[in-house]
């Protein structure tokens, strides 16, 4: 069963014109344009503000398929067997990926365990899930139910989905317990490197455009000739203004379609304000404490890049120092001059801003290895009098922050940079 635009628009109003398949809407700046036919492994960029508007992806559907089987068989084995193991003295603790996880329900962190367990869990399994529901009906050219939601949810969780920002966790959390403790690491971390290179190839090879026309193969809708179309962010449609006031839905893929984000200034700006209130207390309050021979000390993120410093493990404080200390800081201040430029309608340098807003996008979510390298710590280093690690609620503020900043960047729309421009040639 396909849903096609006819449930949502009656079919008068509609005019789906295949042919102009070779026109395109660039998703940064709504530029409009058209597109010259491609080989599979060129791509193609916007004239005006130069992001990718569409990537040739050579043969992949064969190779697709492979990696989402192979990415299901190397989930289950990662997360059922044995990850990492821990030997102090004559005590060893062996824990597999799901363990951090469960010491932090056993411990009451519900935001915490929330946080770790949709990330690490939930998210990459419907990845692969929808990886598999999609690839392989489409290489048997078999259409089954709700597909055009699938794809949907596969982009929008794709940025939540943190399976490579947890394997530096790993390395950072088994850097740290180097000194104290033997490592060793056991099949499932194997399995789950090898899972991490599989799913990022899966993504690359991938071809969502092609997807989208399988499932619904009209990409252009328009009421009447000549309106102003927008692109839908989710499927890439191109949907005219008059039917997007009359629906505000996308008749291809169904989901919410604006021609701008509403309010986006506003609730960037919320989620931002938030971040920066919770990010003080994330910074000067403890992460974690650790007990040695009935010794008790705590650890703040600072106080952790300086101890590795100390340690003279330059390498990995300066990848802690960048990701919990300079992206953060950056992402806010970055997001505050983008609401900012936009609010007083600044119209050089739109370019340079458009693409520190694909920069905060791509980088905000690698701020996740500090929590995730508490849990592992937690989860691990549970030596009764000897050696234990507990979380502290610096840590929860912190994972909120990281989390506000990626909403607020998801909430701002970067075509009001463009509009700028659009105001000025009108006037
Ligand atoms: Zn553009
Ligand atoms: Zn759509």
Known sequence: MRSLPQQVISPAAVQPETEKHDLLLCRDCGKLQAIAPISAKQELRCSQCNSVLHRGVGE??????????????????????????????????????????????ERQQWVLAGLVITTVFVFPLFEIFAFLYLLIPYSFNRHLPQQHLILRWLRQVQSWSMLEVFMLSVLVASVKLADMAVLRMEIGFYMFTALVMVLILAWIKMDRSKLWTWIQPHNYFIAHDGEQVYDCRVCHAMVGESLIDRHNACPRCLSVLHKRIPKSLEKSTAFLIAAVLLYIPSNVLPIMTYATLG?????????????LVAA???GIALVVFTASIVVPIAKILILAYLILSVKVGMKRGIKHRAWLYRFIEFVGRWSMVDVYVVTMLVALVQFGFVYTVEPEGAIIAFGVVVVLTMIAAESFDPRLLWDALDESSSE
């Open 60 to 105: 992949w559907l064969q190779v697709a398929c492979a990696l989402a089987i192979t990415a299901a068989v190397l989930f289950v084995c990662s997360v059922s067997l044995p990850f990492i193991t821990l030997e102090v003295g004559p005590q060893s603790q062996t824990a597999t990926i799901l363990d951090g996880f469960w010491a932090l329900m």
């Open 295 to 307: 010794d008790v000390a705590t650890d703040t993120i600072l106080s952790g890049v300086i101890e």
């Open 312 to 314: 003279g493990l330059w």
